[in-house]
């Protein structure tokens, strides 16, 4: 077991060293200039261009700058953005905490509603919830999701109204309210939640959507299991059946599936966030991307990547853990 | 009975067999009627894809400022949109390039991760834990966002033989294949290792066979059952990931229309014209459910212990 760890740990060095070459290569051969949002600007003489471009070691040759990239982040510099002249690790530091709040609240929303779903789902086959439920299950692995986010903006947002106040029934942007903020009378936590409530909804029906079809499929075969008749047979109650035999088994799947969407966490949401203006982890990226801002983004494609690594590996040693029939060679 | 008449009945034979096998397959795959559904729908799109210059209304491209995001006219069926361009026909082009780049991405795909999968599969050893290695680095790179610098990175990049209003689109369909390769890969190299093992593989190899003549003529055919279903399945999914990518304007490049840059102006206008988040998001929908009934369908015609 410590050797398989130390083995996959010892792999994922070469993996994250062949990402991060893979990114910057990208970016460096683009036609994109990170500088072209200052030649227009009639107050950048061009002379501070070139100091900006010095200053960004964008003269010399790429491995050189990966090199020192490369370099620097041995030593815990994760480099400068180019946009907001702040360290590229601060840019991600504050947005961190906002997806990690969306995302957990996503996550835990997802689990409440899909695994009861499931297991009820499994035990009464073919019944009239059974088939909402899948129906459900199948219509969302087909609705792309950015659209049912513009339908959810769309009605709840630009056409109905709060019969009290006329304005927009929930807000459509934003993680709270920066007119009411400190005004007396506001109240945070209803604030928050009333500017939750949509992106909340887009990300939840669908990955509950996924989760739930999951469960069922996985709660459906371990009810067919011999060791579940065998329970039976001796005499337990349903109840104890359901809940000690077949579910603690059928969870264990479930567990890696979760483990492989953590890293989901860091990277936030792109569309959700895009759409309600959160000022979260994947807007942060997608505006990098934008304004080609090299440390922001290789930061967070590096980070996530690591991430990605160090979950699956998790998923596995989880999956040992939880199903003793599995040994690592 | 004469040589002649022998072989008569061995051709009635053969052609009656090959026969049965499509028709076992047609007979399981009718009776799921959603599946049947979604094939027709796949077809109806198709060909008004394929129609849209003799069909389409109006100039998907002509741009008319004075009707700008108008609701349904007797003259738009379907409104027109920012730009006062007609909302129908520009529906009906974009099915020709979303369709297009589904198709594509999806055979593409397929062909290169069967390719990996087999080779990977069938020669194991080294030349199976170097191309194993490869999926494992592939799948770690972080999808989405890849694909977005990706698409920025190259949107300007300009390809010879392709006009400029369509070099978006060809890019797009070569990224999404290069990222989009490895399911299928990871599929067919578990169906050749177990194929492998099996005796008529071995008989191939006693006869003399040559390696690649056993994947081409034995490995890849007895795999194609779930090819062919993760390929139904997975034009539905490409399609979607090419319009959400379009929707962020990473992807294809207006003016040249995809259900996805239809999206892209929505919410700017959603106070005064709503209603245009509608058809082009049913439409992405639509294709891809029946995609994905039609998979189900096939997957279970196919053969009924597949489980995927």
Known sequence: MTRYLIRRSLQAVPALLLVSLCVFLMIELGPMDPLAMYEDNPNVSPEDLLRLEERLGLGQPVHIRYGKWLLNLLRGDWGTSNVTWRPAILEITDRLPNTLYLMTASLVATLALAIPLGIVSALKQYSALDYVATAFALMWRSIPIFWFGLLLIIVFHATLKNPFTGNPLFPGAGMYDIRDKGMPGYNAILDYAHHLALPLTMLTLHSAARYMRFMRSSMLEVIHQDYVRTARAKGLSERWVIYRHALKNAAIPLTTIIALDLPMLFGGALYTETMFSWPGMGRLFLQSAERVDYAVLMAIVMINAALIIFFQLAADVAYAYLDPRIRFS | ?308
């Open chain 2, 1 to 308: 009975m004469t040589v002649a008449d022998l072989d008569i009945k061995a051709q009635a034979l053969r052609t009656t067999k090959e026969e049965s096998q499509f028709l076992v397959v047609w007979r399981r795959f009718r009776k799921h009627k959603l599946a049947l559904l979604g094939m027709i729908i796949i077809g109806l799109l198709v060909s008004v894809a394929v129609l849209a210059p003799v069909i389409a209304p109006h100039d998907p491209l002509q741009v008319l400022m004075k009707e700008r995001n108008l609701g349904p006219t007797p003259q738009h069926w379907l409104g027109t949109d920012e730009l006062g361009r007609d909302v129908l026909s520009r529906l009906m082009f974009a099915a020709r390039i979303s369709l297009l780049v589904g198709f594509s991405v999806t055979i593409l795909g397929e062909a290169l991760g069967v390719f990996i999968g087999a080779i990977a599969g069938y020669f194991g050893g080294w030349v199976d834990s170097i191309l194993t290695r490869f999926l494992d680095f592939m799948t770690t790179l972080p999808g989405l966002p890849l694909l977005m610098v990706l698409g920025k990175v190259l949107a300007d990049v300009s390809i010879p033989f392709v006009s400029r209003d369509y070099s978006s689109v060809v890019i797009l369909v070569l990224i999404l294949t290069l990222t989009g390769w490895m399911g299928p890969a990871r599929l067919v190299r578990g169906m050749v290792l177990s194929l492998k093992s099996q005796d008529f593989t071995e008989a191939c190899r006693a006869l003399g066979v040559s390696d690649w003549r056993i994947i081409m003529r034995h490995m890849i055919p007895n795999a194609m059952a779930p090819i062919i279903v993760s390929a139904t399945l997975g034009v539905g999914g490409n399609i979607v990931v090419e319009s959400g990518l379009s929707f962020l304007g990473f992807g294809v490049q207006l003016p040249t229309p995809t259900w996805g840059n239809m999206l892209q102006n929505v919410q700017a206008d959603m106070w005064v014209a709503p209603w245009k988040a509608f058809y082009p998001g049913l439409a992405i929908f639509l294709t891809s459910l029946s995609f994905n009934f039609m998979g189900d369908g096939l997957r279970d015609a196919l053969d009924p212990r597949l489980k995927m």
